[in-house]
C-alpha cells in the first residue's frame, strides 16, 4: 500500500468528526505539496539532462542524422508518388483507398523505425555515461543494429496503430478527429518509455507497451515536470530566437534573418530533442536500480526514491 492509499484511509478510520474536519485539509495540503514536488523534481532532472548533454556533445548527433534520415525518408516518398503519377498532382487523387493506407502504413513503419533507432542509441550512449564508461557515436550505432530486430517490430506495431488511427480520422469526420486527438494523447503518454523497454528488456512490441504504460504509472509527476519544463524551454529559446534573427533581416537581408531563423528553431529542436531521451533513459535506468552516478547522483536518489 502506496503512501497515499495509506493517509486515505486512515482519514477515513477517524471516528470523530471534528478531527476528520482537521484531518482532511492535512490530507488534501500533503496531496498537493506531493504532487507539486514531483513537477520541481521533473524540472531539476530536466535541468540535469542539459548538464549531460553539455559534457557529452557528440550525443547531439543522434537526433541530426534522424532528423537528416527523415528529411531522406520524406524526399524519396514525394519523388515516387509524383513518378507514379507521370509527375501530375491531379493523378495522386486517382489512386483507391486500400493503395492509400498501404502507402500510408509503409511510410509509418519507416518513420518510426529511423526515430527509435536513433533514439536507442542515444538511449544506450546516455548509460554508458552513467556507468562512467566511454561514449561513442560507434557504440551507440552498434547497440541499435543488435536491436534491429525489436526495433523493425515495435516500428510496424506502432504504424499499424497510426494507419488504424488515420482510418478512423478519415471516415469518422469531426468524432473521429476527436476520438484520435484524446487516443493520440493516451499513446504518446503510455510510450514515453518504449525506447529503453524495448532495448533492454526484449520485449515484443505489446509487452513493451505495457511496461512503458506501468514506468509511466510511476512516474508520472516527474514526467509531467519535465515535459513542462522542456516545453517552456523551448518556447522561451525560439522566442529570443526572433531579435537576432530579426535584427539581421533588417539590417543584412530578410533571406539572412530567415535563413538564421530556421537554423536555429533547427537546432534548438534537436538539443531538445536529445535532452527528452536523456531524461527518458535517465528515469528509466534508476528505476531498474542501474548506477546514474554521472547524473548528479544525491539529485538522482533524491528524485527516485522508491516506493514505500
Known amino acids: 500500500m502506496d503512501w497515499k492509499t495509506r493517509r486515505i484511509v486512515l482519514f477515513c478510520c477517524i471516528p470523530d468528526r471534528e478531527y476528520r474536519s482537521k484531518a482532511g485539509p492535512f490530507i488534501i495540503k500533503q496531496l498537493h505539496m506531493n504532487f507539486f514536488t514531483r513537477l520541481s523534481n521533473g ?25 537528416i534520415s527523415m528529411i531522406l525518408v520524406i524526399s524519396s516518398f514525394a519523388i515516387a508518388l509524383f513518378a507514379a503519377s507521370g509527375w501530375d498532382t491531379d493523378n495522386l487523387e486517382q489512386y483507391g483507398t486500400v493503395t492509400n493506407y498501404l502507402v500510408l502504413f509503409v511510410y509509418y513503419v519507416v518513420n518510426y523505425f529511423v526515430i527509435v533507432f536513433f533514439n536507442t542509441a542515444l538511449v544506450h550512449c546516455t548509460h554508458l555515461y552513467f556507468k562512467g564508461e566511454e561514449v561513442t557515436i560507434g557504440k551507440g550505432i552498434r547497440f541499435s543494429m543488435s536491436r534491429i530486430g525489436v526495433i523493425f517490430s515495435w516500428a510496424v506495431f506502432a504504424a499499424t496503430v497510426g494507419t488504424l488511427l488515420r482510418l478512423l480520422q478519415d471516415n469518422l469526420g469531426w468524432l ?133
Open 176 to 308: 473521429g478527429k476527436i476520438i484520435t486527438g484524446l487516443i493520440g494523447i493516451v499513446w504518446s503518454v503510455t510510450t514515453f518509455f518504449v525506447v529503453p523497454v524495448i532495448a533492454y528488456e526484449n520485449l515484443g512490441p505489446i509487452a513493451a507497451f505495457k511496461r512503458s504504460a506501468t514506468l509511466m504509472k510511476e512516474k508520472w509527476g516527474e514526467s509531467l515536470g519535465a515535459t513542462f519544463s522542456f516545453g517552456i524551454v523551448q518556447l522561451l529559446a525560439i522566442f529570443l530566437l526572433v531579435i537576432p534573427s530579426g535584427l539581421a533581416g533588417y539590417f543584412i537581408h530578410p533571406v539572412v534573418g530567415i535563413v538564421l531563423f530556421i537554423l536555429g528553431v533547427f537546432t534548438i529542436l534537436v538539443v531538445m530533442s536529445a535532452a527528452r531521451v536523456i531524461f527518458v533513459s535517465a528515469v528509466y535506468h534508476n528505476i531498474n536500480g542501474d548506477p546514474v552516478k554521472h547524473f548528479n547522483q544525491e539529485l538522482a536518489d533524491h528524485l527516485f526514491e522508491p516506493k514505500k
Open 43 to 67: 524540472w531539476q532532472i530536466a535541468l540535469n539532462s542539459f548538464a549531460v548533454l553539455k559534457e557529452n556533445k557528440q550525443l547531439i548527433l543522434f537526433p541530426i542524422l534522424s532528423g
